[in-house]
Nanobody
């Protein structure tokens, strides 16, 4: 499964931005997907995840109420809508996929497929 993340850029605090992740999987609807991010000097952390059906999601506390993950199985794509961005949201954002859902969804080692990352920079 190949993933291609896009949509990053330089924005100001308070702005909105939507990231996209396109998948090469022909059966993408069978895959759970997630977004992680990695800020300079920090470990990669879970941001949001969505089950294969798109019906259930998980969000990190730091982004609750500001970020929304969604999935379009018809387009083999997953999105991360980010609003009220803060400077601390600055990071490289990665999309990830796995077959099925893991209760350890926050753990990077449980996600076998990764996109290349897209940089989001939020200026104050």
């Amino acid at each position: 499964v190949q993933l291609q993340a896009s949509g990053g850029g330089l924005v100001q605090a308070g702005d909105s931005l939507t990231l996209s992740c396109a998948s090469s999987a022909r059966t993408f609807n069978n895959y759970a997907t997630a977004w992680f991010r990695q800020a300079p000097g920090k470990e990669r952390e879970f941001v949001a995840g969505i089950r294969w059906s798109g019906g259930a999601t998980r969000d990190a506390d730091s982004v609750k109420g500001r970020f929304t993950i969604s999935k379009d199985n018809a387009k083999n794509a997953v999105y991360l809508q980010m609003s009220r961005l803060k400077p601390e949201d600055t990071a490289v954002y990665y999309c990830a996929a796995r077959y099925g859902w893991s209760v350890q969804y926050y753990d990077t080692s449980t996600w076998p497929y990764w996109g290349q990352g897209t940089l989001v920079t939020v200026s104050s």
